[in-house]
């Protein structure tokens, strides 16, 4: 892993972490289902 993957990986680690926190579970679950369901159709 190159150190600009890795950089990238831990602003999206701490971005979604953030997200998480900041909205309520019904409204980012939500959303992880639709990018889940949509991932396996």
Not at 11 to 33: C, N
């Amino acid at each position: 892993m190159t150190k600009e993957n890795s950089q990238d990986r831990e602003w999206m680690v701490r971005y979604w972490a953030k997200f998480v926190r900041e909205h309520p579970d019904k409204e980012w679950s939500k959303q992880q289902k639709e990018l889940i369901d949509s991932l396996i159709s």
